[in-house]
């Protein structure tokens, strides 16, 4: 099963990067990303002497490490699922030796190995332009990393159950604006979350959404304790545990009730 979901991930891979233009289209876009944020907050820097209790170096670090790592809990495979119902690929899909979940999940790894790449290339790139902040030590590194890959089966399970409810509509447009925008929000994407109010920071402790990239960030940055880390590590197996079991439930009563367009 390992063998066929590695296989799956490299054609979901290759797919992306048959046209060589799709690099460096969304490794611009990504650099252009990075200028806005960086530009938005020296202008705040500058004028207010303030960067949300950040240096400059740092809000310059946070922001270039956000759009790098962005792309992992953004991307996902919710449209190509709900396209599959559309035009009736989900029959062969659901006879395959290989589970659904299984098969998607294998897909999903292709398409973040192309962001990890183009995310590698912005950061390369951006680190030319500004000074960054690197780790104090290679154990804040290891980590950074290892918490941003716990994020993996939570922002997968999350994608299959917006997916799912292409089942029930012919389109998930709304849904899927409404992930991205709940995954922005709680996760340190459009603002750090110290930044947001008591409240919020204490909602966003509990829910999975501050690890995919505020919380990774801030162990880069020696922002966050090691006992801390430990909580993190637990509540995001804890929370791949739960959206597995909701994933599992919602697709095996969606697929009870299956209509298909053209299959």
């Avoid at 790449?117 to 030590?137: D, E, H």
Wanted: proline letters at 3%; charged letters at 10%.
């Amino acid at each position: 099963m390992i063998k066929t979901m590695i296989a799956l991930a490299k054609m979901q891979f290759k797919q992306y990067n048959i046209y060589k233009s799709n690099f460096y289209l969304f490794t611009l876009n990504r650099i252009v990303e990075v200028i806005v944020y960086i530009f938005v907050w020296q202008a705040i820097y500058y004028q207010t002497g303030d960067a949300g209790g950040f240096t400059i170096a740092e809000m310059t670090t946070y922001y270039i490490l956000v759009i790098t790592f962005s792309s992992f809990a953004l991307w996902g495979i919710n449209e190509d699922i709900a396209h599959s119902i559309r035009n009736g690929q989900i029959n062969r899909e659901l006879l395959n030796p290989i589970s659904y979940f299984k098969y998607y999940f294998g897909v999903n790894l292709g398409e973040l190995t192309f962001a990890a790449v183009i995310g590698l290339a912005t950061f390369i790139i951006c680190s030319f332009f500004w000074q960054l902040v690197l780790p104090t030590n290679l154990i804040n590194f290891i980590l950074c990393i290892f918490i941003m890959l716990l994020g993996v089966p939570i922002t997968f399970f999350i994608q299959m159950i917006v997916g799912t409810v292409g089942f029930y509509t012919s389109s998930i447009w709304g849904m899927q604006i409404l992930r991205k925008a709940i995954i922005q929000i709680f996760s340190g994407i459009i603002a750090p979350i110290t930044l947001f109010p008591l409240w919020f920071q204490e909602l966003s402790k509990w829910l999975p959404f501050k690890e995919l990239i505020y919380t990774p960030v801030s162990i880069w940055l020696g922002n966050t304790q090691m006992n801390e880390i430990f909580f993190v590590i637990i509540k995001q197996i804890v929370w791949g545990i739960i959206l597995y079991f909701i994933a599992r439930i919602f697709f095996n009563h969606a697929v009870k009730n299956i209509t298909i367009n053209g299959g």
